[in-house]
DNA sequence: CCGCGACACTGAATCGTTTCAAAGCCATGT
DNA sequence: ACATGGCTTTGAAACGATTCAGTGTCGCGG
């Protein structure tokens, strides 16, 4: 019952604590015969490594912290899948905590990161906070900012280019004869709502007789788009917009829902709806969902990358900034009007 | 740049490492004025606690190993979600990690936690394996089957009667009319699709002239589902079911889309679709799904609890099975014929 | 004035692994 | 016979927080 150490294998297979864990960690360097034995007594044991034992020895763990915005969002769920994937070559681990949009259990993870003093932390940071982050860069754990844009070049970052992506959506509203465009998102504290804003903005700039007006939102949810959408509904027909832009593709999965009850309103032929992300359920809506595709899996992937490098290159690691380029997927729900 | 420990701080407060950690964990045993002192220490320093040397004298840490079957099904993140707030209560962290339904997986998973010294372990299993499982027990992991049914006496669980479950499906769909049912779902190693289709056969079983086909599925995923879906659509229309239980929402919004596709077959004039877990994204479906809701988060919930009160109570403790009842949630894709 | 308990604090031992300087062993070449 | 170098193995030190038996101090009652 009490656990077994490398001194109880040791014992066992008449060797040093040293050699046993040469055997673990340099096989190479130990002679095939006691490597069997210690094999042997490992496995007559039952032993297994003492994790905590090893981290406290190695300074740090093999665990990267990784904090997102919402893990009910399948984008970031994918994210999070990318970086484990490629941690996992790296035979680390990914922490994965959940803000919730929300500062205090951002924090609230970051110290329990700082704890684990893990090998590097990806996060999404719900503001523009770089106090708490620029703490963790002076403690040695590297820092990926994951999902946002920054010139900061204390940081490595993995983003995609959320303006060029708002921009690409609106284009394409106006480019099917829409005029009075919506855009629901929020809250303002968060980069990808602004970002996507701004292009959206520069879009209907191009076009003289095209008007933008904004809907603010809590949170990035279905039950905030459903509350939006509600208002959208609830407006005489004349006052209402002939296309809505959702921030977030649960955003548009909610505005949808608001709109399609009771039939109230037609999507697409009254109001078009694109969203952004094209998480897998957007095919799948009420009326498929036109949206703006992200690579997630890769950036998460990438934002792996970079930290494992970094933390190989302790000093003088120049931080990288990737950007990706966002990508139109056409449904149903912008369909042209006939 | 190097790391600060107690012996830091104690230095500079001028006080043993030994109050140090009481001011950390027993402050009623320390004077007001030394706990000044060391609080300034520890604030002048940057000092961080470091957990692995914790977890290293504690024996154990103080994270939850969770294995789920599919991160990217939203039922599951709602119970890792119910788990979290709990272990949260308790200063617990939980640990996720994703078998995808991959049984080498799952062991990779439980060799970390074992590695880890995890507080306990959460696990819904690919298959019968309980081998595994006995080792944690042995080593004094507590262990809690969570989805999944079980008469062990050796681990507690927290599940809802999937046989009801099924039940409630199929004799939903046999009291709107329906008599040529289809059950898509698989692998048949995972208990929640043999328990579902269970409950399905008796309430088939009920009615003389109804009938149940299968098609087993290699996962419960919405690719999974489409293609069982295509199968179904190319059928004759003589030859189709005019009712599909699905495993799972995922399958049944695959099985949707490939129904709808080209508008080939109508759901539910055609064919009535009914899912299982209720999640978000099934009210938003093409065609708005009929569901079996289960109480998610409080299956997560009540998770926590059983492990937490078992690791509390080392010896003796009495393991318990919570059974959940689920609940039919009614929508468009069920509709009665006209 | 002594003894006793309450209280605050000390510091060495401990957890289990990894590391590394040093030692042991053996064969080869001179 | 001995030095040399290459393997293999050894064992003590180190990582940093916690624990606990013990030291010291003070005040109060007898």
Redesign the pocket.
């Known amino acids: 019952m009490a656990?077994t150490?490398?001194?109880d294998v040791a014992l066992r297979a008449g060797?040093?604590?040293?050699?046993v864990?040469?055997v673990?960690?340099r096989p190479g360097?130990?002679?095939p015969?006691?490597i069997e034995r210690v094999h042997a007594a490992i496995e007559a044991l039952g032993?297994v490594?003492?994790d905590a034992?090893?981290q406290?020895?190695?300074?740090r763990s093999h665990s990267i912290g990784m904090v997102v915005l919402d893990v009910s969002n399948p984008f970031f769920t994918d994210v999070a899948r990318g970086a484990e994937d490629r941690a996992a070559d790296e035979h680390l681990t990914v922490l994965l905590g959940n803000s919730d949009e929300n500062a205090d259990r951002e924090n609230a993870y970051l110290d329990l990161f700082e704890e684990q003093r893990v090998h590097g932390v990806l996060i999404s940071p719900v503001g523009d906070e770089t106090v708490r982050l620029e703490r963790l860069l002076r403690r040695g754990i590297p820092t990926v900012l994951v999902d946002r844009q920054t010139d900061d070049d204390r940081f490595s970052s993995v983003a995609v280019d959320d303006v060029a992506g708002g921009y690409l959506a609106v284009r394409h509203l106006l480019d099917t004869g829409r005029r009075r465009i919506v855009f629901v998102g929020g809250p303002e504290s968060l980069a990808q709502v602004t970002d996507r804003l701004a292009g959206a903005r520069t879009a209907v700039g191009e076009t003289s007789d095209a008007t933008l007006d904004v809907i603010e939102t809590d949170a990035l949810t279905v039950l905030q788009g459903r509350m939006a959408g509600e208002r959208i509904r609830d407006l005489e027909p004349s006052d209402r917009p002939d296309a809505v832009f959702a921030a977030n593709d649960l955003l548009a999965m909610g505005v949808l829902q608001a709109l399609s009850m009771l039939g109230a309103v037609h999507v697409p032929e009254e109001i078009a709806l694109i969203g952004y992300d094209d998480i897998d359920f957007a095919s799948a809506a009420i009326v498929p969902l036109s949206s703006i595709r992200q690579p997630s899996a890769l950036i998460g992937h990438t934002a792996v990358d970079l930290l494992v490098r970094e933390a190989a290159s302790p000093d003088g690691f120049v931080h990288e900034h990737v950007v990706f380029q966002p990508e139109l997927v056409v449904r149903a729900s912008t369909a042209r009007r006939p």
């Open positions: 656990s150490s490398v001194r060797v040093s604590v040293g050699t864990s040469n673990l960690n360097k130990v002679s015969s006691t032993f490594r003492n034992a090893r406290l020895r190695a300074g």
